[in-house]
């Protein structure tokens, strides 16, 4: 296999089952490691956590022209790594710019491990990750962050060195891991390369991100579930319609592909993600990261793809393509039932999900996905201004969303969201144009780490003309941390300081709670 071919499934299976065994590699797998420079400058990460298994992730930085490197991985009860649990070896393949997914299985559930890399002389910094706990078990508390919007130009990730305090048992991160844009004025500091066009421009923008040490040691704390939105391709695009930033590439196709090969290299997540491998993607086959996930009896945890699947904007401004706002009466196609969000085949998944005995007897039913879900009407009075992007655009999928919810008696949604770059609290509603609709859950969507917003000049206005909100801020950066309890979840959104000072403090904007079986957002 040349370093340039595009992987096959089979080839990514045997690849990742041969890692997690530790065993079975190929005949003449086995090369030197070549490399004058850290090779694991890039740190550790785990993600995909279940209640037996977790995904290990590394990449090397290698010289041009390393062939596959050999990498061993140890996961310890203990931080010396006295008493080993598992260990193996697997390959970091040229192909795979290098990186690693070790799908440890067979651990024991609901409890914390060590783990590192060896390649080489080297090894990795040490990483700290955890199983969940069996699905019928009994759970006192969850405690997770959300999170999402990171532009390398707005700011320094400060907010990941406070997050490493909140004793945290997983990071949900919404999307927007990286930008594809070369700059932004008034930046804070520039991103390397240009334009993010191609599949080595990817990689380096990644690279760049995993070389920040504070979001490397949030990585390293404790395991994620991760989702992308638009910049990990392109602002705006839709599926496999183009977005409108940047310079138009001949091949829209094999941007995608390129970043979205991309973002599995650089992502705690399992190899069947990859529904047919690498050179699926080169022809337009899907990345399947939706999933949900069980934290005992406490919680269900569903993410959610609301970018890959989604039908074109309509009637954006000046018929450009991407995103605009507009007046939904002018719109003819707006209220199109046949248009998604989340593609028909997700949102058979999802019904199918929220049908399971599950969905009821889970104290808490946590879905993560990329915006903000209510409706927000940025006009004053009679008429209508909404946003075509997010769920708004897609009005008819939303309600069929909040009827599954209804159908199913689904019990306590909770919906987690970012990209708006602001903070937005507010009741699920099952029709945003009857005031007198029921709700059916609750939301948080959160702002972003360091990418800009406009303001809260115009957050009074349109916290008035949309009442099933009840707080939002549009000025600070930052997470949220929600922790649930089999009788109350509560939020906590944390913002920094000064996201253009790298030694930004961290201070409390705003805090809730709401009951268990009582939809209803409360101040603290």
Not at 76 to 100: C, E, I, M, N, Y
Not at 475 to 504: C, H, I, M, W
Request: hydrophobic share 40%; proline share 5%; net charge neutral.
């Amino acid at each position: 296999m040349s370093a340039g071919a595009p992987l096959t499934r089979r080839e990514v299976l045997q690849w990742a089952m041969a890692g997690g065994a530790g065993m079975g590699l190929p005949r003449g797998a086995w090369t030197r490691l070549r490399s004058d420079t850290e090779p694991f400058a890039l740190g550790v990460a785990s993600g995909s956590p279940t209640h037996g298994s977790v995904v290990l992730w590394t990449r090397l930085l290698l010289p041009a022209g390393q062939g596959p490197a050999t990498v061993r991985w140890e996961v310890a009860h203990d931080d010396k790594f006295s008493r080993l649990v598992q260990t193996g070896q697997t390959q970091a393949l040229p192909g795979l710019a290098h990186s690693v997914h070790v799908e440890v299985q067979g651990l024991e559930a609901d409890r914390w491990y060590f783990y590192r890399f060896v390649a080489g002389d080297a090894t990795s910094p040490m990483g700290r990750t955890r199983t969940f706990p069996a699905p019928e078990a009994v759970v006192a508390r969850l405690r997770l962050a959300y999170a999402s919007c990171q532009r390398w130009e707005h700011g320094y990730f400060s907010a990941w060195r406070h997050m490493r305090d909140e004793n945290l048992d997983l990071v949900t991160f919404l999307g927007d891991y990286i930008y594809e844009y070369p700059n932004a004025s008034n930046a804070v500091r520039v991103p390397s390369g240009g334009w993010v066009l191609t599949l080595d421009d990817y990689r380096q923008r990644y690279a760049l991100h995993k070389g920040d040490v504070d979001l490397q040691a949030m990585h390293a704390a404790c395991p994620w579930l991760v989702s992308w939105d638009d910049h990990e391709v392109q602002n705006d695009y839709a599926g496999s319609t183009e977005g409108n930033s940047g310079q138009a590439v001949a091949d829209f196709a094999a941007r995608r592909a390129a970043a979205y090969q991309a973002f599995y290299e650089h992502m705690p997540v399992p190899a069947s993600v990859l529904t047919r491998a690498m050179a699926g993607l080169a022809e337009g086959a899907e990345m399947r990261i939706y999933r949900r996930l069980h934290y005992g009896r406490l919680a269900s945890l569903t993410m959610l793809d609301a970018r890959q699947y989604k039908d074109a904007q309509v009637c954006t401004r000046d018929g450009k393509k991407g995103s605009s706002t507009l007046n939904p009466a002018s719109c003819a196609s707006w209220n199109d039932p046949a248009r998604s969000m989340l593609g028909p085949q997700q949102e058979r998944w999802l019904e199918t999900e929220l049908a399971r005995p599950v969905s009821r007897d889970s104290h808490w039913n946590v879905l993560g996905q990329q915006s903000l879900f209510g409706q927000r009407d940025f006009k004053g009075g009679p008429g209508q201004v909404l946003w075509n992007d997010g769920w708004d655009g897609y009005a008819a999928a939303r309600t069929r969303l909040t009827g599954a919810l209804q159908k199913h008696g689904v019990a306590n949604p909770v919906l987690l969201g970012g990209d708006v770059h602001e903070n937005w609290v507010g009741h699920v509603k099952a029709d945003y144009a009857d005031t007198a609709s029921p709700v059916v859950g609750v939301e948080f969507c959160g702002t972003s780490i360091t990418s800009r917003s406009a303001g809260n000049a115009r957050i009074p206005e349109l916290l008035a003309e949309n009442p099933h909100f009840l707080f939002a801020d549009s000025e600070r950066r930052g997470y949220g941390v929600v922790e649930f309890t089999p009788k109350q979840l509560t939020t906590t959104l944390r913002v920094a300081s000064d996201v253009t000072q790298q030694d930004s403090g961290i201070e409390t904007l705003a805090r809730f709670s709401v009951q268990a079986g009582r939809p209803v957002i409360e101040k603290s």
